[in-house]
């Protein structure tokens, strides 16, 4: 049963760093793209950033880039998203998402998985 | 970045109904546009992707369709389950944004 579990969530002061984490289970992670997507409490999604399966290829929204940093560990089926500087208009849940295929190459990139999201609030 | 625009923010149905919610690119992206639907406190569900390719599982009453800027999703007989948010994304380039979403509410 392919699954995907978010982790490393909570509140967190401004300016300071967090990383989440996201396991995946019931599929051959290595194989596939990965995404984060956030949502801000009433607000609606926000592509976040993108890791190819191979973690060689890396991209973000601008308003990220340079704060944010993905990663994967595929020897450990795990995705990770390093916060840095955070904001309050940071706070969100996080939501990690399979991407259909590598995440490069020529097809139809969606995210077909997603996983229930962890909260991250920033706030002093 | 591509911007997307959806319309309307939202809607008011009846069970049985057809309805149409639209998706306006800022620039072409050819037939890389993804359709979600989420639920209150519930992660985004892949419907369709690809434009008009139905995602293995969703009911055939979802249907996609558009090219280049502009873009519909349609329901054709409206289900108590289908009344949730639906937002649309484009895949052409990076990054990946997402539409404003549609809230379709129960009339």
């Known amino acids: 049963q392919v699954h995907l579990v978010e982790s490393g969530g909570g509140v967190v002061q401004p300016g300071r760093s967090l990383r989440v984490s996201c396991a995946a289970s019931?599929?051959?992670?290595?194989?596939?793209?990965m995404h984060w997507v956030r949502q801000a409490p009433g607000k609606g999604l926000e592509w976040v950033a993108l890791?190819?399966?191979?973690?060689?290829?890396?991209y973000y929204t601008d308003s990220m880039k340079g704060r944010f940093t993905i990663s994967r560990d595929n020897s450990m089926n795990t995705l990770y998203l390093e916060m840095n500087s955070l904001r309050a208009e940071d706070t969100a849940v996080y939501y990690c998402?399979?991407?259909?295929?590598?995440?490069?190459?020529?097809?139809?990139?969606?995210?077909?998985?997603w996983g229930q999201g962890t909260t991250v609030t920033v706030s002093s | 970045d591509i911007q997307m625009t959806q319309s309307p923010s939202s809607l008011s149905a009846s069970v049985g109904d057809r309805v149409t919610i639209t998706c306006r690119a800022s620039?072409?992206?050819?037939?890389?546009l993804n359709w979600y639907q989420q639920k209150p406190g519930k992660a985004p569900k892949l419907l369709l992707y690809?434009?008009?390719s139905l995602q293995s599982g969703v009911p055939s009453r979802f249907s996609g369709s558009g090219s280049g800027t502009d873009f519909t999703l349609t329901i054709s007989s409206l289900q108590p389950e289908d009344f949730a948010t639906y937002y649309c994304?484009?895949?052409?380039?990076?990054?990946?944004?997402f539409g404003q979403g549609t809230k379709l509410e129960i009339k």
């Open positions: 019931g599929f051959t992670f290595s194989s596939y793209g």
């Open positions: 994304q484009q895949s052409y380039s990076t990054p990946h944004t």
């Open positions: 620039q072409s992206i050819t037939s890389y």
């Open positions: 998402a399979r991407d259909r295929g590598s995440g490069g190459g020529s097809y139809f990139s969606a995210m077909d998985v």
């Open positions: 890791i190819w399966s191979d973690g060689n290829n890396k």
């Open positions: 690809a434009a008009s």
